[in-house]
């Protein structure tokens, strides 16, 4: 079968294709490079054009990745204009046959095409000018909220806050508005005194621990390992694993791994095109995933700083790139051409294997429930020979039905690991899940099984959120799990999308969070504006909450570290709370974090001697009842509340005021702390 008329055969095809500008979703060409890809992608577009186009008012090609289309884009300035506007789009739906056009002609506000060296072949004369211009625009920094420069008017107010306009189809900077100093012209950058001592892990190297990856089955390496911490702590684990670097270890062999570690190494080089041959260089390395970490900061970050080209000089006389979330994420996926996921901030994971990816995708959404002690009912079964049969074979039958309660159905033969020794015993899985059904708990086992749909509905709504999954491609797990639950993809594609579609109905959102406060009896509502939650809490929340802090995490990374999560239930906005010590009666927020749903951006808040912590009051909101600490709590949160001329009802005072109201009744924060952690200490003792 032809490309045309089937989806694999033109996937494959489209994966051949060795230029362009490729995006994680497509990859784009001008129609003078297309002699450079295959005779079957050659025919393909002839054939279009000349059934939909044939009055030929195209000069680019989109080629989906992951639909059965193609577009064809009509940029009439394509050589003339420096970020040539989209004037006409004709997208052709290859599995109805059918096409649809949208004409930028007339629009105020059409879209505009950046980094236009990228969809021309090498050898084009024309190559190395566009380059120039795109690094002109790197340097200047044009790119640094992608998100921001798609259409006109978008990017027009950024030039002009940069001091820039576009003249004839030319980038000109305005004389009017003097640019920072971005010149070449700077001394030796002392690239060798960015590798800093660290007493433990990084925070890439703590992420894919938590993830599961250090476990000792897959080797490692550290492209750029500094001073050799990680490797040196990795090492004395039992795990496989080198580094390299060119200044503390040039003389090791850079080598593949299943593992690569590129942490805080492209923030620290001047050059644009060398990251970038970094980057490459590192996954291709990578047998299963390559995690990528830099320094996060902003213009507040930046102007401390002497610029030079898209960075700054530090006083140390290094250089230093500070993205921000989502810069990072554009350079990694333009680059690669391959999707990301953010695993922290100023982290990303980047899969070689789609299937690992969506397999890690879904464990992040999979609710570690716990069950009862697996023991059996008080009634007797009405089978003896069933009970005798369990009585026999005690432990093999808690591992099946522990098995059964995790996956929330009837495992596979190659999902139990006792499997051969239970069809030995019992006959079959299916007997086995009968005999355990009359004997256990089965009320926990439907339990499970909702869970479990609720898990598999959120996983597929985030997908959806980032981009849609094919039945088909995923991992054998996912579609016996599709399978179980729902009977066939589509029904639970359906519940996925109306799922994520729920999340901007702000009246739901706020009846939802209205209903997990009174059925948790944990967390604050602030009034009918935000519902907050302690992060261990997540779990429990019901699932379109899940979905609604699940895509805000997405784009920030694992909420690993965070203390508090605050749910704006009309605004689509999401904050991630960080404290000094969770465990204290009353920390002090370091970091927060807001996530805006909408506009996908993220802005950060710190906390320092310039701009004093906040304490956290009454902290006994955000403690489940079988919380230890919780009466110890609760007591101190009532010492603080009865002081005189205390208002608790908003944020409360900040820390300085608050030592006055205490010192006014001659007592302190340290001694109702020391009270605090003596009740504590009283209770543990009890325990034990």
């Avoid at 080797?219 to 390299?244: K, N, R, T």
């Avoid at 797990?477 to 729920?502: E, H, T, V």
């Avoid at 208002?647 to 006055?660: I, R, V, Y």
Wanted: with cysteine; net charge negative; charged share 30%.
């Amino acid at each position: 079968m032809s490309a045309r008329t089937d989806f694999n055969n033109f996937r494959q095809s489209v994966d051949t294709i060795k230029l362009g500008k490729v995006l994680p979703d497509a990859i784009y060409i001008h129609e003078s490079a297309l002699g450079e890809t295959s005779a079957t992608i050659q025919e393909l577009i002839d054939d279009l054009a000349e059934e939909f186009a044939p009055d030929h008012s195209w000069n680019v090609v989109k080629f989906y990745r992951k639909d059965f289309k193609i577009s064809l884009l009509s940029y009439p300035s394509f050589f003339e204009e420096d970020f040539p506007t989209l004037r006409r789009a004709l997208s052709i739906d290859l599995v109805r046959n059918r096409s649809r056009t949208v004409n930028y002609q007339a629009s105020s506000n059409p879209p505009i095409l950046h980094r236009k060296e990228l969809l021309l072949s090498k050898t084009d004369s024309r190559h190395k000018e566009f380059r120039r211009i795109t690094q002109q625009a790197e340097q200047a920094g044009l790119y640094e909220k992608g998100q921001k420069i798609g259409l006109q008017k978008d990017w027009g107010r950024l030039l002009q806050q940069k001091g820039f306009e576009i003249s004839n189809g030319r980038l000109v900077q305005l004389t009017s508005k003097p640019r920072p100093d971005r010149s070449d012209k700077v001394e030796s950058i002392e690239r060798h005194r960015t590798a800093i001592h660290r007493d433990t892990l990084s925070a890439p190297m703590q992420f894919l621990g938590r993830a599961g990856y250090l476990n000792g089955e897959h080797s490692v390496f550290d492209y750029g390992c500094g001073q050799g911490h990680d490797v040196l702590e990795l090492e004395a684990h039992g795990i496989d694993v080198a580094g390299w670097d060119p200044v503390h270890r040039p003389g090791i062999a850079k080598r593949s791994a299943d593992l690569v570690n590129l942490g805080f190494v492209i923030n620290v080089i001047e050059d644009y095109e060398e990251r970038r041959q970094v980057l490459n260089e590192a996954f291709a390395l990578a047998n299963r995933l390559l995690i990528v970490s830099v320094m996060l900061g902003g213009a507040s970050k930046t102007r401390q700083f002497r610029q030079y080209r898209d960075g700054v000089i530090t006083s140390r006389n290094t250089f230093q790139k500070y993205y921000t979330q989502a810069e990072l994420k554009q350079f990694v996926e333009s680059t690669l051409g391959k999707g990301s996921v953010a695993a922290g901030p100023g982290i990303f994971c980047i899969f070689k294997d789609e299937l690992e990816e969506q397999s890690f995708l879904a464990r992040r959404q999979k609710v570690q429930r716990q069950w009862r002690q697996l023991t059996q009912r008080d009634r007797k079964p009405s089978h003896v020979d069933v009970q005798d049969l369990i009585d026999c074979n005690e432990g093999l039958f808690q591992d099946f039905w522990a098995c059964c309660l995790d996956l929330g159905r009837m495992p596979a033969n190659d999902e139990f690991e006792r499997s051969q020794e239970l069809r030995r015993v019992a006959g079959s899985h299916r007997k086995a899940f009968l005999a355990c059904s009359e004997l256990y708990f089965e009320e926990e086992f439907e339990e499970a099984r909702s869970g479990r749909i609720e898990d598999l509905t959120v996983f597929l709504a985030l997908s959806f959120f980032e981009r849609r999954r094919s039945y088909s491609r995923m991992p054998r797990s996912l579609q016996r799990d599709i399978k179980a639950f729902f009977s066939k993809p589509s029904a639970a594609y359906d519940i996925a999308k109306l799922a994520l579609f729920s999340v901007a109905d702000t009246e739901k959102i706020t009846d939802v969070c209205l209903e997990a406060r009174e059925r948790l009896n944990c967390g604050r509502l602030e009034e009918d504006h935000s519902f907050v939650v302690p992060t261990p809490m997540l779990g429990r929340l019901p699932g379109l909450l899940r979905i609604y802090v699940g895509c805000a995490l997405q784009l920030f990374g694992d909420a690993d570290g965070v203390d508090l999560i605050k749910i704006h239930m009309t605004s689509g906005k999401v904050s991630l709370m960080t404290y000094d010590d969770f465990q204290k009666p009353m920390p002090l927020l370091q970091t927060r974090v807001k996530v805006r749903l909408r506009d996908q951006e993220i802005d950060w808040f710190f906390y320092d001697q310039d701009h004093p912590p906040q304490p956290l009051y009454l902290k006994s909101q955000y403690l489940l009842e079988s919380d230890p600490s919780r009466d110890a709590q609760i007591d101190f949160d009532r010492t603080i509340a009865s002081l005189p001329g205390i208002d608790l009802t908003e944020f409360g005072p900040p820390l300085a005021e608050l030592d006055e109201l205490l010192a006014a009744r001659n007592l302190t924060l340290s001694q109702l702390e020391e009270r605090y952690f003596d009740a504590c200490r009283k209770v543990e003792k009890i325990k034990d």
